[in-house]
């Protein structure tokens, strides 16, 4: 891979976002955006052809760099990177150069023949990842890593009962939306594929109620991003840790929102001093190209059999030469610690205006506020910073590029000082 000349911490210039649909449940903003000529916006055009199940903001991005997203007749600061998805911003000159090599390369091919990207995909990962997680499976989305982590448990274990904390989010597919808290709302399944019990958050008690011989994996989010960016107790992670480890149950620690830099580590796990079963990452895996991981011990990978999982896009060489590329970026250009300082910077001096703490780790942060997080969300956006909300209606939540400059955070402290306090 090319290396970069210097650190990509700047990329000034016209910007571009591909999806300004922040969740589905909770962004629906009135307002639209005009054109020219009376021609259709992209809004009125996507109606006309795709399902209407997205809220959506009233910006149309129609290209991007660095951090900043260009709207047509406004630059936007976007502090929210697609779910988390644009760990370098967009258009970073390393990740162009590699996902084009690669395309005139080998565009495609599938697992069923070996890739030397492939491997060296698996490696870098296996390397980044925390000690003992080394043998990977590639999948294309969180909710499919997380799916196939599920499945894993199940089998391995012979049990029925899969155990989650309230308040996670893990996917919209029939397993991982068994255990996100709320999906009642829109799971619409007949049943689930195994009896579910959600563990009270923080709450050593309750997981001692609930964790038990017939439990056959705990799946959390160390840092539970739709719920606000709570970061969960570590006494509480470390609780069930021990009660997995005597019953005999697989834990899952699902990464995908705070993997790959985001908390200021390689992975959330490594601020929690635990070792997982299986963890499970995509969004800033691929810095924008759609793929995820699930990483596993050496006793989960000894029993692995052909025809247990299988993907057709997993692996694709586009992907891998992706994952390999953002690993390879964010250590060469020391991005963990830019995480870790532009949090502490936003901790200082965003508790300002409407805010009144600042919660979450690293990069995956919630603003906590003392009115509608909608309203203020809005109102930033009317000063062209992006941001996003949560399930919590009074916390803001946060997960921009890990390029991230201390002038963003400036101006973002700035704007909220601007705003009213109640």
């Known amino acids: ?81 697609g779910h988390a998805v644009a760990s370098l911003g967009y258009a970073h000159p390393v990740v162009v150069e590699a996902l084009a090599a690669q395309a005139h390369t080998l565009f495609f091919q599938s697992n069923a023949v070996a890739l030397d990207i492939r491997a060296r995909a698996a490696a870098t990962l296996a390397a980044f990842a925390p000690d003992g997680l080394d043998t990977v499976f590639f999948g294309n989305s969180g909710a499919e890593a997380n799916e196939n982590a599920l499945r894993l448990a199940c089998r391995l274990t012979g049990r029925n009962r899969v155990v989650a904390i309230e308040h996670g989010f893990h996917g919209r597919t029939a397993a991982a939306g068994a255990v996100t808290w709320g999906s009642e709302k829109w799971y619409a399944f007949p049943r689930r594929p195994f009896d579910v019990d959600f563990i009270v958050r923080d709450s050593v008690e309750s997981a001692r109620k609930l964790i038990g011989e017939n439990t056959a994996a705990v799946i959390l989010e160390l840092v539970q991003g739709i719920a606000g960016a709570v970061d969960l107790d570590p006494e509480f992670v470390g609780g069930i840790a021990e009660l997995c480890r005597r019953n005999g149950a697989l834990l899952i620690v699902d990464e995908v929102q705070s993997g790959v830099g985001r908390c200021g580590q390689p992975f959330a796990t490594d601020l929690y001093g635990i070792r997982p079963d299986i963890l499970t990452t995509a969004k800033a895996l691929g810095g924008g190209f759609p793929c995820s991981a699930m990483l596993v011990t050496d006793d989960i990978a000894a029993s692995a059999r052909p025809g247990d999982l299988g993907s057709t896009f997993g692996g694709g060489p586009l992907a891998c030469r992706m994952i390999q590329t953002v690993i390879e970026v964010i250590e060469q250009d020391n991005l963990l610690e830019n995480v870790r300082a532009r949090s502490a910077q936003i901790r200082a001096s965003c508790v300002t205006g409407p805010v009144e703490s600042v919660q979450g780790r690293g990069l995956l942060l919630g603003l906590r506020c003392r009115r509608p997080a909608a309203a203020v969300r809005n109102e930033l956006l009317e000063k062209n910073i992006l941001v996003g909300t949560s399930a919590d209606p009074h916390v803001i939540r946060m997960l921009p590029p890990l390029i991230l400059e201390q002038h963003h955070v400036d101006k973002l402290a700035a704007a909220l000082a601007a705003l009213p306090e109640d």
């Open 1 to 81: 891979m090319k290396q970069p000349a210097s650190p990509h911490l700047e990329q000034r210039g016209p910007s571009r976002e591909g999806n300004a649909a922040l969740h589905e449940q909770h962004l629906t903003v009135a307002g639209a955006v005009t054109t020219e000529m009376n021609q259709p916006t992209a809004r009125q055009a996507e109606a006309q052809h795709l399902l209407q199940v997205y809220g959506q903001l009233p910006i149309e991005p129609v290209s991007a760099h660095g951090i900043m997203l260009d709207c047509g007749d406004r630059q936007v600061i976007d502090f929210y990177g």
